[in-house]
């Protein structure tokens, strides 16, 4: 094997980033075959030099590729010095020390590759290397094709032309336009500003896809392992990863812990069954119904009605999945049943101790 340089050796062992890397071997944290090396330009071979930090030696970690369905309200880091939630919390079960390939919104949600193989991460984020992206997008204002032969063309923003994109209208749904795109270039929040650029503002984003990695059957916040078809494809594509790694277990991720709400006294009721302070009677002993609640929406062409993740990546609605629907009756929420589901008040899949906005007709 070719000599490589020691920061690299040390952060492909999964020791600490590059950069961190080169702060140890600075100290003079670093010996090779027991001599301390403190040189950044230095070179080993990791597979017969014996390299040690600390006095312990290193032991190459396995190749990971993953993908993951990255949530929106995450930040594409592994720490936040604004104590936003980040993908390490969401990766932590992976037993490497991987990074995102690339980065996603804080709102923007979809397919995020993961690795500890950095030649692999570089290939794929190299303008040269032109990998596809596709994303799905939800505007304000009714797009035509003629709108959308400007994103096919390019759009002039202020730090040059875009590349010409692929573009599809789904639908319209009142005045506002879902589409899908695919961009071969990855200029800082590029879509939205494109949405600006042309009128039409973007109100929701989410990748499906990169380098022809799909999150298809993966909630938001879990992952799982790239398949030996989708690897090969990509080396085929972009050269790498240079080796296939073994088979690995594909299985997807448990889903993250999720925080719960803090518990809230129940309301005083008096000897009639009535809320304190109202003089409209509770609803079955002041417990509303629950179970089975609807699902409330999702992207075009991938909702359905077993479905119960919003498809942007939002929080869990509804049942759990393949549990029975009710009847319209017997959900108590929405147009069929007797409570307005706007506001804060009732939204689908809101808490069960959450306030509800009544409506007219006196329940």
């Known amino acids: 094997m070719a000599l490589e340089r020691l920061q690299k050796i040390l952060a492909q062992a999964g020791?600490?980033?590059?950069?961190?890397?080169?702060?140890?071997?600075?100290?003079?944290?670093?010996?090779?075959?027991?001599?301390?090396?403190?040189?950044?330009?230095?070179?080993?071979?990791?597979?017969?030099?014996?390299?040690?930090v600390d006095g312990k030696r290193l032991v190459a970690e396995s190749r990971v590729y993953l993908v993951l369905h990255k949530p929106r309200?995450?930040?594409?880091?592994?720490?936040?010095?604004?104590?936003?939630?980040?993908?390490?919390?969401?990766?932590?079960?992976?037993?490497?020390?991987?990074?995102?390939?690339?980065?996603l919104d804080f709102a923007t949600s979809g397919a995020l590759l993961v690795t500890n193989d950095g030649d692999f991460a570089a290939a794929l984020l190299h303008p040269r290397g032109g990998v596809p992206?596709?994303?799905?997008?939800?505007?304000?204002?009714?797009?035509?094709?003629?709108?959308?032969?400007?994103w096919r063309r390019g759009v002039e923003l202020e730090d040059g032309k875009t590349l010409p994109a692929q573009a599809k209208l789904v639908r319209h749904e009142g005045?506002?336009?879902?589409?899908?795109?695919?961009?071969?270039?990855?200029?800082?929040?590029?879509?939205?500003?494109?949405?600006?650029?042309?009128?039409?503002?973007?109100?929701?984003?989410s990748r499906l896809s990169f380098a022809g990695v799909t999150t298809e059957g993966l909630a938001p916040g879990r992952y799982r392992a790239l398949t030996r078809d989708e690897l090969m494809s990509i080396r085929k594509s972009f050269g790498v990863p240079k080796k296939l790694p073994a088979p690995v277990d594909a299985s997807v991720s448990p889903r993250p812990a999720r925080p719960q709400p803090a518990a809230r006294p129940a309301p005083r009721r008096d000897d009639r069954g009535r809320s304190a302070g109202t003089s409209k009677?509770?609803?079955?002993?002041?417990?509303?119904?629950?179970?089975?609640?609807?699902?409330?929406?999702?992207?075009?062409?991938?909702?359905?009605?077993?479905?119960?993740?919003?498809?942007?990546?939002?929080?869990?609605?509804?049942?759990?999945?393949?549990?029975?629907?009710?009847?319209?009756?017997?959900?108590?929420?929405?147009?069929?049943?007797r409570t307005r589901t706007t506001g804060t008040g009732g939204g689908i899949g809101s808490r069960e101790d959450a306030p509800r906005v009544r409506s007219r007709r006196g329940s």
């Open 175 to 205: 005045d506002k336009t879902w589409f899908t795109v695919t961009l071969r270039e990855g200029r800082n929040q590029q879509i939205r500003r494109m949405g600006e650029a042309t009128g039409f503002p973007v109100m929701r984003l």
């Open 281 to 337: 009677p509770s609803r079955a002993g002041g417990q509303r119904p629950t179970e089975g609640a609807r699902y409330g929406g999702g992207a075009p062409v991938r909702r359905g009605v077993e479905v119960t993740e919003d498809w942007g990546g939002g929080v869990q609605r509804g049942r759990s999945s393949g549990a029975e629907a009710p009847p319209r009756s017997s959900i108590g929420s929405g147009r069929g049943g």
């Open 15 to 52: 020791v600490a980033s590059r950069r961190a890397a080169e702060a140890l071997i600075k100290d003079g944290r670093v010996r090779v075959n027991g001599k301390v090396v403190d040189e950044l330009g230095a070179k080993a071979d990791p597979r017969s030099d014996r390299v040690e």
């Open 133 to 150: 992206k596709e994303y799905i997008v939800k505007v304000h204002g009714v797009m035509e094709e003629r709108d959308l032969d400007l």
């Open 73 to 103: 309200g995450v930040v594409t880091t592994m720490s936040d010095p604004e104590g936003r939630p980040t993908v390490r919390s969401l990766l932590e079960a992976v037993g490497a020390r991987v990074v995102p390939v690339g980065r």
